[in-house]
């Protein structure tokens, strides 16, 4: 099997980047925690390219499977990362973690923070195996909903 390629997503990816959003974004509505994180992360809708913003793109021959969405700064925050199921183990996550963290370093930031969420072991993982451990735990209560 191929190595997966990273590189900065190109206005050409735009339709790509948008089936594995949304690709992404109907397993996290499924997840615990899932559906006020989406709240909290709106969908890009066609703005991926803005200062400050690092698009990366997973490719395995010339085919995109994954992209990482990170903002720029003395903290460089992951905004979200997602890899297509059927590509999942090959390395794709680590390389897009990789690449992320080194542009972060160039730039000069002074830390990497990622949110996964509770009970998403994948996800996780994949941090852990890039040294981005829990630093802080969020917790929360939906005070509109009477049986929480």
């Known amino acids: 099997?191929?190595?997966?390629?990273?590189?900065?997503?190109?206005?050409?990816?735009?339709?790509?980047?948008?089936?594995?959003?949304?690709?992404?974004?109907?397993?996290?509505?499924?997840?615990?925690?899932?559906?006020?994180?989406?709240?909290?992360?709106?969908?890009?809708?066609g703005k991926w390219f803005s200062a400050g913003v690092v698009v990366l793109v997973a490719l395995i021959?010339?085919?995109?499977?994954?992209?990482?969405?990170?903002?720029?700064?003395?903290?460089?925050?992951?905004?979200?990362?997602?890899?297509?199921?059927?590509a999942r183990e090959v390395g794709c996550g680590d390389a897009l973690l990789g690449a992320a963290r080194a542009i972060a370093t160039s730039s000069g930031s002074r830390r990497l923070e990622a949110t996964a969420l509770p009970g998403d072991r994948e996800t996780k993982n994949?941090?852990?195996?890039?040294?981005?451990?829990?630093?802080?735990?969020?917790v929360s209560v939906d005070l509109s909903d009477p049986s929480s």
């Open 1 to 45: 099997m191929t190595s997966p390629l990273v590189r900065r997503a190109l206005p050409e990816d735009v339709a790509d980047l948008e089936v594995l959003e949304d690709q992404a974004r109907r397993g996290i509505e499924q997840a615990r925690g899932g559906k006020r994180l989406l709240e909290l992360v709106e969908p890009r809708e």
């Open 61 to 86: 021959d010339d085919v995109p499977l994954g992209y990482l969405v990170m903002t720029e700064g003395d903290v460089a925050v992951i905004e979200s990362v997602f890899v297509h199921p059927e």
């Open 126 to 138: 994949l941090y852990e195996r890039a040294s981005i451990t829990a630093k802080a735990i969020t």
